[in-house]
């Protein structure tokens, strides 16, 4: 415990800046995006690979945050949720639709989802609802039975709503 | 829920990545995709000291088919594996088990070697090697060794590869065009480890099956391969009680409890998928 | 969508919060990382119940990066007071609720597992994490008390402080009429039931920073809490630092369902340890094993419940006799069934009422809120209904029909003296028969039968006692202040963590204002901006603080009404205000803007009308007129049953609700599907199993099942909107969706089951394995 580990620095290119971090080996990507980093976006709900929360893109696919040490980072290109929003600041596609939706209340897991969506949505155009629910399977949602999630991603495919009241 | 410190090796080659398990020995793990291994590090029921990081390793990734087998390196991502058009048409019992494992973003990082080598009893890669009689390829101080599937599974996270090797590909023979598969699973959600599963193939002439593969997973310390009933289906054929050999299949079983279902449970599941599993395979050679 | 300004409430407004947290600019507790922070871990028991032999830290204290690791004798002499606002003094200080025995960290013998033992501060999480393992303990196992009826006579004692493991009871009577009416009825059904274990899982964990400066005696706390408030107060009292030396905030929170109302105990372990350092901030974070092990739980309750129906289908009279666990360390030890026992009979006309119940201390962690504290009385009675209407050859929807409410029943006098009122229990009744379709789904259910398919339909209603407003619920304020420019704040005692109260509010302010939603700023969430208020919990927001909110906008508005009659030289009747501008009725030309009137009142007092003083603040508070504002619905399932494996499915998922006045329908329909998803996942995921050593086997998300999106169905949605006697007509309705939806569930497939014979399972969960057992004995 008390052997000395020499640090890592690893270049990372995050939302399109290169930035170079210093940090223990064993400090999870999840943790140097939000405290090196200071971009507290990325949530960390369970830090086992669970709830989605802490997802991010590395070189484009959506992977958990918390199931990646940052040392193996060197030359990643990633992308947090505070790289989704278009260049003028304007919500994306899924954003916008997931606040049309109301595909978020408390807000905490949304990060995740923004990130799931937005890598699934790019890579399936015309996906059916069981393509849409498998997903998101793996990101936890508490607050909207994903409903309003899935109205969201639907929306985005150009398609009409379910379970309408 | 932080790891515990650790020193980070990325080796380049195979050859070093041995050498430094070989260097570090039991105080040494490999670290692939990381998604089962770096949660147990998080949750601090595995510490190491050393990990050696087999992501910058070269070419321990790719598929390719040749001499009637499809060889996948270890380190292909499960992703890519599940979409890839030679893993589709020459291994489709993989193609199908892919999907179940976990949720697109693990398979995004998850590699089939990993997986494999992780031999978590209750995991599909595992069955599928097995079932599909597949050979391991690993590398060790000594060079290189072929370990059969059949040997490889020895307990819960536990398999013949020794400390210092490394599985490096996964070899599986393609069956020929007659042939049909399923994999057909109970987990309490999408995307859980299955409480049981089955993974089947089956080659016909005919009315006759000249080849069977049945595997089953979740229902003991390691993927179960249940020669007996593939055997029973090979002398039944196509039109064979298909519920009598999935009970052969699930009858040696012993299955344990857990919180998410008795043992009891696993053992007469394990004849249901089973039966939907072969039905599907064989509907699907048919066609 | 677009709104019309001036006009807001009933309108699907777009939510404020939405740009912010979509886009990574929340800020949630762990958010904020001020330079020099601390951070906590705890060491936490692993065994149930036992005496601790062995503490050893001082090598975890001699680790580099270590600030100050604390065990029980450093912090629990220190604690000066510990209670809850809700519940009021302790008894031994003349109060009247339960509490368990005060401490913070475990001392000298350990209650459940994760009860925490020592208190590491470190410069890192990471650090503190290493120094937590090396703190030695040694814990000499005893055998735990579990269970919840086998603790009321054990002689083996969780807390040895108390002389018994019932922490509070209240007795099945007999009585010999009742006993007689009972053995006279046509029929008689006796049944008991059983939840599973929950626990609320909000997505973001508990967590907070204490600051003390010990040199200003000043305590600045960050907090994931639903009420500011409640922390500061328990802080000073913990610590003996003035309350108004204390300033609690809480910026966005992620969830909290009850389970962040009050403070628990690793938060006032962290409070005292802050406190005793003196310096530095001290943040805890808590890892979802924690949350999972250590933070509340709820729903470990049993029910026997007596039917007496007479041969017309009419329920003559209930016996129901509750049993709970409430853990070691509750934040109160009270019996949840108290409530429910006052609201069991929800819409249905039950003459006479038996009640009992008895709750019990035992080695797990503690019982607390979880949307819906009461709501075993729904999940119970509603399963009940449907045993009975079975057992007495009845149609489910029939036998509720023959006993439910009718409207020409209000005001109804309940059997335990509570009197309904502005509810509309067969209304939605109806509605959710008349949406299911309920003939089309029994001939599909026959033809699905045929196929060897299993399908079913269930029904659960209940009457939701919202808003509850006695002791310290009693009220909620709202101050609103103008500022020159004509922009109002209103400034309220709630917090949000998922209520969409910052639009709502809004909402609420600018019809009743007339202004524009833009101009409408609301602010909670920080003890130093907001006036003193319960928090958000209860299903009161909308209701109480809402109510509040009105009261400050129509005094506001009348306000600057009476301005403008001043300068426009008109009468105060022939005025209106649209838009963010008071104007002659008929006549548009004579109109002021609200930065004009507000800069009279801030600038040119002089040009006031008589007796007005300067300035533009209103202070209001809202109380309603009834210490509960009833809302009700009724939610309707179709499930299909694999008959092989057990699996369920569920097809559709109906609710109609009645919560009043609707201020915003997307946010009232969001809290409704969250809530379902919950009360799924309690039928047929979530189990926070303990096994016969006292281990919790659910301490990960791989066990811990929380509803995945592919699990859950599209909900449909049906309103009927009775305004409740409050100011605006609301009715509370965040917890609804989670206490009818497990009985909606059960009995959707025990409907299904029954097809094949199969006896209706009673004990949560009805997982693939249980169904299957069920099916194998029946």
């Not at chain 3, 008109?570 to 930065?595: M, R, W």
């Amino acid at each position: 415990m008390s052997e000395t580990i020499s640090n890592v620095t690893v270049t990372i290119t995050v939302n399109g800046r290169q930035r170079d971090v210093t940090c223990e080996p064993r400090k999870l990507l999840s943790d140097v995006i939000r405290e090196e980093l200071v971009l507290t976006g990325t949530h960390v709900g369970c830090e086992h690979g669970a709830c989605g929360a802490c997802t991010v893109l590395v070189d484009g696919a959506a992977v958990r945050s918390c199931l990646l040490f940052a040392a193996q980072m060197d030359g990643a290109e990633i992308t947090t949720v505070e790289g989704i929003a278009n260049p003028d600041g304007s919500l994306s596609d899924v954003q916008e639709a997931m606040r049309d939706n109301h595909g978020l209340q408390c807000g905490f897991c949304t990060p995740g989802f923004v990130i799931t969506l937005t890598a699934f949505l790019r890579d399936h155009t015309d996906p059916t609802d069981d393509e849409i629910r498998e997903a998101i399977s793996g990101n936890l949602c508490r607050c909207t039975g994903y409903h309003g999630i899935v109205n969201a991603a639907r929306q985005v495919c150009g398609r009409a709503n379910g379970g309408e009241s | 829920m932080k790891p515990s410190k650790f020193h980070y090796h990325a080796p380049a080659t195979i050859g070093d990545a041995v050498g430094l398990l070989g260097a570090h020995a039991d105080e040494a793990k490999v670290l692939a995709g990381g998604q089962s291994l770096v949660p147990m590090m998080s949750l601090r029921l595995a510490t190491f000291g050393h990990l050696v990081d087999l992501n910058k390793v070269d070419g321990l990734a790719g598929i390719e088919r040749s001499n009637g087998h499809v060889r996948i390196g270890a380190l292909t991502r499960q992703a890519t594996a599940e979409h890839d058009t030679t893993v589709a048409s020459d291994v489709p019992m993989m193609a199908k088990a892919l999907p179940h494992i976990g949720h697109f973003q693990i398979r995004n990082r998850g590699t089939v070697g990993g997986s494999i080598a992780h031999a978590d009893p209750a995991s599909e890669l595992p069955a599928v090697a097995l079932a599909l009689d597949a050979t391991l390829e690993a590398a060790g101080p000594g060079g290189e060794r072929q370990i059969a599937a059949a040997d490889f599974f020895e307990g819960t996270w536990q398999t013949a590869l020794a400390e210092d090797e490394i599985l490096t590909a996964v070899r599986f023979p393609v069956w020929g065009a007659a042939s049909g598969f399923a994999v057909e699973e109970v987990a309490r959600r999408h995307g859980d480890f299955a409480i049981c599963g089955a993974v089947c193939g089956v080659e016909l002439d005919g009315d006759a099956i000249v080849r069977a593969a049945i595997g089953l997973f979740g229902v003991g310390p390691t993927p179960v391969r249940s020669t007996l009933a593939e055997q029973a289906l090979i002398a039944g054929g196509a039109g064979s009680d298909l519920a009598d050999i999935a009970r052969q299949a699930a009858d040696p079983l012993d299955p344990s409890d857990d919180i998410h279902a008795s043992g009891a449970y696993r053992k007469q599941i394990a004849a249901v998928v089973v039966r939907r599993a072969l039905t599907k395979a064989i509907e699907e050679a048919r066609s | 969508m677009t709104t019309t300004v001036g006009r807001y409430i009933g309108q699907s407004v777009k939510r404020r919060e939405d740009p912010r947290l979509l886009t990574g600019h929340g800020r949630y507790v762990d958010d904020v990382q001020d330079a020099g922070t601390l951070h906590v871990a705890f060491v936490r028991s692993n065994v149930a119940r036992g005496r601790i032999t062995e503490l050893d830290v001082s090598e975890a204290r001699a680790l580099p990066g270590v600030e100050a690791v604390y065990t029980a004798d450093d912090l629990n002499p220190m604690i000066q007071q510990y209670w809850a606002s809700m519940m009021g003094p302790r008894i031994e200080m003349g109060g009247e609720s339960v509490y368990p025995p005060v401490s913070v960290l475990a001392p000298g013998d350990v209650r459940y597992v994760g009860d925490p033992i020592a208190l590491v501060i470190a410069t890192s999480r990471y650090i503190a994490e290493d120094a937590a393992d090396l703190v030695v303990v040694d814990v000499e196992p005893q055998r735990p008390v579990l269970g919840l009826r086998e603790p009321i006579t054990n002689t083996d004692l969780v807390h040895p402080e108390t002389d018994s493991n019932v922490s509070q009871t209240m007795p099945l009577p007999e009585i010999p009429e009742i006993e007689a009416l009972f053995a006279n009825a046509p029929h008689v059904v006796t049944r008991t039931f059983a939840g599973a274990r929950a626990t609320n899982v909000p997505m973001e964990p508990r967590g907070l920073t204490v600051h003390y400066d010990r040199y200003r005696n000043e305590m600045l706390i960050r907090a994931a809490t639903q009420s500011v408030h409640e922390i500061k107060a328990f802080a000073a009292r913990l610590t003996g630092v003035p309350e108004s030396n204390v300033r609690a905030v809480a910026d966005d929170v992620g969830g909290g369902f009850g389970q962040k109302m009050m403070v628990m105990r690793e938060e006032a372990a962290v409070i005292m340890a802050a406190f005793k350092l003196g310096s530095s901030p001290v943040k805890w974070i808590e890892d979802r094993r924690e949350n999972l092990m250590a933070s509340n739980q709820a729903r470990s309750e049993e029910g026997d419940l007596t039917f007496a129906v007479d041969a017309e289908g009419h329920i003559m009279a209930v016996k129901c006799n509750f049993f709970e666990e409430v853990g070691a360390y509750p934040p109160s030890a009270g019996a949840t069934a108290m409530l429910a026992i006052g609201v069991f009979t929800g819409p249905y006309k039950i003459p006479i009422i038996i009640p009992g119940c008895t709750a019990v201390y035992t080695n797990t962690v503690g019982k607390s809120a979880y949307r819906g504290p009461w709501a075993l009385e729904t999940i119970f009675r509603e399963q009940m209904m449907d045993h009975v209407a079975r057992e007495i050859g009845m149609d489910p929807i029939e036998f509720r029909r023959i006993n439910i409410i009718q409207p020409d029943d209000l005001p109804f006098k309940t059997a335990t003296e509570m009197t309904l009122e502005n509810i509309t229990p067969s209304e939605t009744l109806e509605q959710v028969v008349e949406m299911l379709d309920v003939d089309s789904f029994r001939a599909e259910q026959a033809r699905a039968k045929a196929e060897g398919r299993l399908l079913g339909l269930g029904i659960g209603g209940y009457v939701e006692p919202s808003a509850i407003a006695f002791g310290v619920l009693n009220s909620d304020p709202a101050v609103m202040t103008m500022d020159v420019s004509g922009k109002v704040q209103v400034r309220l005692g709630t917090g949000s963590h998922g209520h969409s109260i910052e639009t709502t509010i809004a909402q609420v302010v600018a019809t009743h204002l007339g202004c524009d939603i833009d101009d409408v700023a609301v602010i909670q969430g920080d003890t130093a901006t907001s006036p003193m208020g319960p928090g958000t919990g209860g299903s009161r927001t909308a209701v109480i603080a809402g109510g509040a909110a009105q009261t400050a906008s129509i005094e506001m508005r009348e306000k600057l009404v009476r301005i403008a009659a001043q300068l426009l030289e008109a009468s105060p009747d022939d005025l209106e205000v649209n838009g963010g501008v008071v104007s002659v009725k008929g006549t548009p030309q004579a109109a002021i803007p609200f930065a004009q009137l507000a800069m009279t009142a801030h600038m040119a007092p002089d040009m006031l009308p008589e007796g007005m003083g300067p300035g533009l603040e209103v202070i209001a508070r809202y109380r309603p007129p009834t210490e509960f504002t009833w809302s009700n619905a009724t939610h309707g399932c179709v499930v299909e049953v694999d008959r092989e494996t057990g699996m369920v499915d569920i097809k559709r998922y109906i609710v109609s609700e009645d919560c009043g006045q609707m201020i915003n329908p997307m946010v009232v329909e969001g809290q409704i599907a969250g809530g379902v998803a919950q009360g799924i996942g309690g039928v047929l995921f979530e189990d926070m199993a303990y096994d016969s050593d006292g281990n919790p086997l659910a301490t990960t998300f791989l066990d811990y099942l929380l509803p995945s999106a592919p699990e859950m169905p599209d909900f449909e949605y049906g309103h009927v909107e009775s305004m409740s006697n409050t100011l605006g007509g609301y009715k509370g309705m965040g917890e609804g969706g989670a206490i009818a939806s497990p009985p909606a569930v059960a009995n959707a497939i025990n409907d299904a089951l029954a097809q094949i014979g199969v006896p209706a399972l009673t004990r949560f969960p009805f997982g693939p394995s249980q169904i299957i057992d069920a099916i194998n004995a029946g």
